[in-house]
């Protein structure tokens, strides 16, 4: 038996290996043709280190495209948002976790089931009442609509109902209102949710794509994933070294956030999904 659990342990380590090179492979790929010089890129053959690193692509797509502006339009976005989500989701999981109310459950039922109704479902209505705020092509239209979220309401209250009601209790006993039992008590205990919420709020926010496209019009206020288009006005011989290289650029702080938490985004994720 002891044979066979080893064997079965290598092949388990030989599959993921596997898998991780086919899914490490494009990631690798899009990389190294980013610092390939345009010979290398339209060559006959499939080369998976380039002869020798070109960094002028980087430099073209930092020096002479927008790219860094809507990476700063992105960054600040991407923040706001993770930070209006924390607070609001942070509040509403409180309520529905440790207050009582008439109609808590049905109102919870209601707010979980519209992560059912897909965004297109909505985004010509929702375009429509930022266009008669006048909202259009600011940070406010890019910002405001994604200020609370389902997925972090839910994320938090079920964080919360693994508290011991005990605590609770004892708080309210000792004068401990709910404000001050949720910024010194809840959140603090907290942690791994909210840092699991604020790293899948994140990627989200960061990887936006029909939102802005519809309600950004100028470099001032275009995030990167509209503004990598920018980079197929380039020489066709050179475009796919640029675009590559600002896909590099943009996609590294995901990764990088994705990467840094993902331990803590895995545990946040799968506490408290089994208890009601």
Excluded: H
């Excluded at 923040?79 to 942070?90: P, R």
Aim: glycine share 6%; charged share 15%; proline share 4%.
């Amino acid at each position: 038996m002891t044979g066979l659990r080893k064997w079965e342990t290598r092949f388990i380590w030989i599959m993921n290996l596997v898998l991780a090179l086919i899914i490490f492979f494009p990631i690798w790929y899009m990389f190294i043709t980013s610092i390939m010089d345009s010979s290398d890129v339209f060559s006959d053959k499939v080369m998976l280190f380039p002869s020798y690193i070109y960094i002028d692509n980087i430099i073209k797509v930092l020096t002479q495209t927008p790219i860094p502006r809507y990476l700063l339009n992105t960054i600040i976005v991407s923040c706001a948002i993770v930070f209006l989500q924390i607070i609001t989701s942070s509040l509403a999981a409180y309520a529905f976790a440790f207050m009582e109310f008439r109609g808590k459950k049905l109102l919870f039922i209601l707010t979980i089931s519209t992560m059912m109704v897909p965004g297109e479902a909505t985004i010509i209505a929702n375009y429509l009442t930022v266009s008669t705020w006048k909202w259009l092509d600011t940070y406010r239209v890019l910002i405001i609509p994604f200020a609370a979220s389902a997925m972090g309401i839910f994320i938090m209250r079920q964080f919360y109902m693994t508290f011991a009601k005990e605590i609770k209790e004892a708080a309210t006993i000792d004068g401990c209102g709910n404000f001050r039992f949720l910024m010194e008590i809840a959140v603090p205990l907290s942690k791994p949710a909210v840092g699991a919420f604020g790293i899948y709020s994140f990627i989200n926010a960061w990887n936006m794509y029909m939102w802005p496209l519809l309600v950004t019009n100028s470099d001032a206020t275009r995030t990167v994933q509209i503004g990598i288009n920018r980079l197929r006005d380039a020489d066709a011989t050179q475009s796919v070294g640029l675009i590559l290289a600002g896909v590099v650029i943009i996609t590294l702080p995901a990764m990088i956030a994705f990467i840094v938490g993902q331990k803590q985004l895995v545990v946040g994720m799968t506490t408290g999904s089994v208890k009601e």
